[in-house]
């Protein structure tokens, strides 16, 4: 596990879930570490390689949907990062970004293409504030147009969905707009790419902050962390979906009677490593190649 403590030459991180933010002045350097969470909880077990995992295939999204909005990479490289931290580079390499400071809006950005998970758990009770789904959908049926379902950034315990009009009176309606249009732009090309590789895309959020020159994407994009990847050819509507995320995860906490609060139990070797395959799987279906040590 990376820490600030073991990285000579570099301020204290701030740490979120899985990624640790170091504040170089101008810019920060963000590090996908091989913590793994669920139910919003980080589990005592890391899950090897999964840093690099999502870095590698986030830097892939943001450089083949770069046309649709600015994104917050400035770099990746080795040498890059050699250029900026001697003393560190080592354990950083292939699972950092050099990006662009940016003030997180406090609402992420979640499209569904598919109803799955708490939505589906709201629409059973009849508690959702998504208007206009039809009656008669399962676990897992297909939307007739993706829909967009924003939702608080809780900073301790679980994030709960908003209605779009909550996140105009939180972040104002011209942000509110253009972060809900990107976002289901995104999420159509990534869909379309997805079911190219067999894959299907059900649901992702993602995360934009505020700049001088406006909004721009950051974090990350499209990984197994922040979306529901499942099987295209095993899809079958009125219950779980052969997935590629974190799903694994999920159903085996829920199997041994997890409370789902902190602490995070530590987890047996079997459900890392088939955890760890499936993101691995993931990443060459999306990416189309193997994992690299580093990205040059």
């Known amino acids: 596990m990376?820490?600030?403590?073991?990285?000579?030459?570099?301020?204290?991180?701030?740490?979120?879930?899985?990624?640790e933010v170091y504040d170089l002045g101008s810019e920060v350097l963000i590090v996908s570490t091989d913590r793994i969470s669920a139910f919003d909880v980080i589990m005592q077990t890391g899950v090897p390689d999964k840093g690099r995992i999502l870095n590698q295939m986030s830097l892939f999204w943001f450089d083949r949907l770069h046309d649709i909005c600015p994104n917050h990479v400035i770099a990746s490289s080795e040498r890059?990062?050699?250029?900026?931290?001697?003393?560190?580079?080592?354990?950083?390499?292939?699972?950092?970004?050099?990006?662009?400071?940016?003030?997180?809006?406090?609402?992420?950005?979640?499209?569904?293409?598919?109803?799955?998970?708490?939505?589906?758990?709201?629409?059973?009770?009849?508690?959702?504030?998504?208007?206009?789904l039809p009656q008669g959908l399962l676990d897992g049926s297909r939307l007739a147009d993706p829909i967009f379902t924003p939702s608080t950034k809780a900073m301790s315990g679980h994030d709960e969905n908003i209605s779009f009009n909550q996140m105009v009176d939180t972040v104002g309606r011209e942000v509110a707009e253009q972060a809900r249009d990107w976002t289901l732009e995104l999420y159509i090309r990534a869909r379309d790419h997805a079911e190219r590789q067999g894959l299907i895309l059900a649901d992702t959020k993602f995360e934009f902050g505020l700049t001088e020159d406006g909004l721009i994407l950051i974090d990350e994009a499209l990984t197994p962390d922040s979306s529901r990847y499942w099987e295209a050819s095993l899809w079958k509507p009125g219950g779980a979906q052969p997935s590629f995320?974190?799903?694994?995860?999920?159903?085996y906490l829920e199997s041994i009677g997890w409370a789902k609060t902190p602490p995070g139990p530590e987890l047996p070797d079997h459900v890392v490593s088939q955890t760890r395959a499936k993101y691995l799987e993931a990443f060459r279906r999306i990416v189309g190649r193997e994992l690299d040590a580093a990205t040059l």
């Open 245 to 251: 995320d974190k799903q694994f995860l999920r159903d």
């Open 2 to 19: 990376l820490s600030g403590a073991a990285l000579a030459g570099l301020p204290e991180p701030r740490s979120g879930k899985v990624r």
């Open 80 to 132: 890059e990062i050699r250029a900026r931290v001697p003393q560190s580079a080592e354990p950083l390499i292939g699972r950092t970004t050099i990006a662009r400071k940016a003030t997180p809006l406090p609402v992420e950005c979640v499209v569904r293409g598919y109803i799955t998970g708490s939505l589906y758990k709201e629409y059973r009770a009849g508690q959702t504030a998504i208007a206009g």
